[in-house]
């Protein structure tokens, strides 16, 4: 039976129709939580994030013709591209870092797995961050769904364990970010990058689970 394990994904298993699908859903969900968002980012940041990532996301899905047939990893590329393009701040360059590794690494043959990608791109968002895990940012979401990627769970499953890290940051301590600036105050409230990243991998993943069940 074809499988969607989140390791497989790949053409022709995301054919251009669902692609299209997985772009505009997660595109129109930052956008319709971008005021949630800025309110997150306004209790430990500057108010923007919400902006910020509506900004972004309207340029991919304004540019979506132009990437949905090119070769996945150079679409991924491409998408990258589009957000650093368009977003400032601190979480454009790293949201775009992510995107433009995940495609470079992107294994040109069906067979590989992905995995490499997944981590290439987890530590380039490190490198371009000077962040690790435990600094209450968006690699927080980030490291533990690529963990969960490489060990093989299920699509469905993933984003649930998304919410639940971002959920995680709330007891946590900034140290990067305009969020450490805050020091004790940043404790308590969910960071809103790891938010963002959550309601991206939720979404993509949840689109993915039900295709892989109309597959099965
Ligand atoms: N050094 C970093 N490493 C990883 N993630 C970071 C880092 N700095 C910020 N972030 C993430 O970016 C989010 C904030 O993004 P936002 O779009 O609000 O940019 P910003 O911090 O306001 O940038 P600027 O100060 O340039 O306007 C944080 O919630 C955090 O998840
Ligand atoms: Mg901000």
Redesign the pocket.
């Known amino acids: 039976m074809p499988t969607l394990d989140c390791r497989t994904l790949e053409r022709p298993v995301i054919d251009r129709q669902l692609f299209e699908r997985l772009v505009v859903a997660v595109a129109r969900r930052i956008i319709a939580a971008s005021d949630t968002l800025s309110e997150l980012?306004r209790t430990?940041?500057?108010g923007?994030?919400g902006i910020?990532?509506r900004r972004g996301m309207e340029a991919v899905l304004a540019g979506r013709e132009m990437v949905l047939d090119l070769a996945f990893g150079q679409a991924l590329q491409a998408i990258g591209h589009q957000i650093v393009g368009s977003?400032?701040?601190?979480?454009?360059p790293?949201v775009a870092t992510w995107f433009l590794t995940l495609g470079r690494n992107w294994p040109q043959s069906g067979t590989d797995l992905p995995i490499d990608a997944f981590e290439a791109a987890l530590q380039a968002?490190k490198a371009?961050?000077?962040?690790d895990v435990g600094?209450?940012?968006?690699?927080d979401v980030l490291a533990p769904v690529t963990e969960a990627i490489k060990s093989g769970l299920a699509c469905r499953e993933l984003g649930g364990l998304a919410n639940r890290a971002a959920e995680a940051t709330k007891p946590m301590l900034a140290t990067?970010?305009?969020?450490a600036f805050l020091g004790d105050r940043s404790i308590g409230h969910m960071?809103?990058?790891?938010c963002s990243v959550a309601l991206m991998i939720e979404t993509a993943a949840g689109l993915l689970a039900k295709a892989e069940e109309r597959m099965a």
Do not use: E, F, W, Y
């Open positions: 980012d430990i940041g500057d923007d994030h910020n990532m977003v400032g701040g601190a979480s454009g790293l968002v371009r961050g000077r962040s600094q209450k940012t968006l690699i990067r970010g305009r969020a960071d809103p990058g790891a």
